[in-house]
């Protein structure tokens, strides 16, 4: 079945999804390729002697279906074939398709539900990668805004980072790691701003947490500024004098142009002091670096 015949299904598609969807469609090509080679006295014997294999027919059925772009059908076709011949090869075949057309229909349970079966079953298929990303799309998907709860962003960067570390190769690792970046700065944005909540109420405690946890496990994200920021401004209210400059040195050194800083240097400046690290500090232990004191 040539691609470009493909148009109503493939509109809107991303390009990993088409090659992977390619590659399905041809390795149905090939047996219907194989099949016309056969002479036309082979093709009676077979149709005298052997039934028609009802998984072929049924997942070629889903593969029409998802052509003429009615993917929900078509879902319902590969998750008949893998309730019905789970052990076969056409099964396996189904059920990374199911993943997909679930995938495009919006039913991202589904999806997730698919798709970690098809890597439990079959880790070492050339297809197990676009499973696994499967899973990390179905997440990053339903990422809501940082007023939210981010659990979503959690699990995409968790479904993401298994696309990166297990299959590293793949034609899926860039945009895995591109987006759990994206995961990362979300759930980072939530920690700040419910830091800066804590921070306005003079909840320094609560505040701090939060400002701790972003300077600890998201450094690599756009908040890890505002969060030394941050760190300096609740410890000074604390009356922590030496972590405040710490944390200003530690802005000043990784980000001297930053405005973050010069805002950490006038809040110091207040109160007579200057930026100066301790090196005992966990805001030290916590970047690693030698910073000039």
């Known amino acids: 079945m040539a691609f470009s015949n493909m148009s109503p299904f493939v509109s809107g598609m991303s390009r990993n999804s088409m090659n992977m969807i390619s590659r399905l469609f041809l390795v149905a090509g090939l047996g219907l390729a194989v099949a016309a080679c056969a ?32 993917i929900g059908k078509a879902a319902d076709k590969f998750q008949e074939v893998d309730k019905a011949h789970p052990y076969s090869d056409w099964a396996r075949r189904s059920l990374i398709m199911s993943a997909y057309s679930s995938y495009k229909t919006g039913d991202y349970d589904t999806t997730v539900t698919s798709a970690r079966r098809f890597v439990s079953l079959y880790p070492t298929s050339p297809d197990a990668a676009y499973a696994q990303y499967l899973i990390g799309e179905s997440y990053f998907r339903q990422i809501p805004d940082i007023t939210r709860d981010q659990e979503m962003s959690a699990r995409a960067l968790r479904a993401m980072d298994q696309v990166v570390k ?65 760190l300096v401004e609740t410890y000074m209210a604390m009356g922590i004098v030496s972590e405040a400059q710490t944390a200003a040195a530690v802005l000043g050194h990784n980000y001297p142009d930053s405005e973050w800083y010069k805002d950490a240097y006038a809040l110091l400046d207040t109160g007579g002091y200057r930026p100066e690290r301790n090196a005992g500090s966990w805001i030290s232990r916590a970047f690693g670096a030698v910073i000039p004191g």
């Open 39 to 70: 002479s036309k006295a082979d093709d009676y014997d077979q149709l005298a002697f052997e039934e028609p294999d009802p998984a072929d027919a049924t997942y070629n059925e889903g593969l029409s279906l998802l052509n003429a772009g009615r």
């Open 166 to 230: 297990n299959y590293p190769e793949s034609e899926y690792a860039d945009d895995a790691r591109r987006k759990t970046q994206v995961a990362r700065d979300q759930i980072a944005g939530q920690e700040m701003m419910v830091g800066r909540y804590y921070l306005e109420r003079k909840n320094f405690a609560g505040a701090l947490n939060r400002f701790k946890t972003v300077v600890n496990k998201y450094q690599t994200t756009r908040h890890i500024e505002e969060a030394l920021m941050r």
